[in-house]
């Protein structure tokens, strides 16, 4: 199973970037896919997660009303929209598959990891 993120750079405090990843080796509409980031110094943390369909999405406080999470199963890419960048969300955001269908939250819950790519927002 590989996932190869893409769509991250250098943007201004209060721009618009959509990460993509593509995932290819699984039957992508079987199972739930996320999105993670790590910030300097900081821990891996949840961003956003979607269910196998589509329809159900959870997100982390820190992002609600800002990013958007969605997928095409046609393709097999997830996306997530990113509205409002702050410098707070500077990170390396990483897409993951899961081990379900339904959304979760925990790391631990999926399986396959993409490489990361790097979404730096200055001030």
């Known amino acids: 199973v590989q996932l190869q993120a893409s769509g991250g750079g250098l943007v201004q405090a209060g721009a618009s970037l959509r990460l993509s990843c593509a995932v290819s080796?699984?039957?992508?509409?079987?199972?739930?896919m996320g999105w993670f980031r790590q910030g300097p110094g900081k821990e891996r943390e949840f961003v956003a997660t979607?269910?196998?369909?589509?329809?159900?999405?959870y997100y982390a406080d820190s992002v609600k009303g800002r990013f958007t999470i969605s997928r095409d199963n046609t393709r097999n890419m997830v996306y997530l929209q990113m509205n409002s960048l702050i410098p707070e969300d500077t990170a390396v955001y990483y897409c993951?598959?899961?081990?379900?269908?339904?959304?979760?939250?925990?790391?631990?819950?999926?399986?396959?990891w993409g490489q990361g790519t790097q979404v730096t927002v200055s001030s």
């Open positions: 979607i269910d196998r369909g589509g329809g159900t999405t």
């Open positions: 080796g699984r039957t992508f509409s079987d199972y739930s």
């Open positions: 993951a598959t899961g081990r379900y269908m339904g959304p979760v939250t925990a790391a631990s819950l999926y399986d396959y």
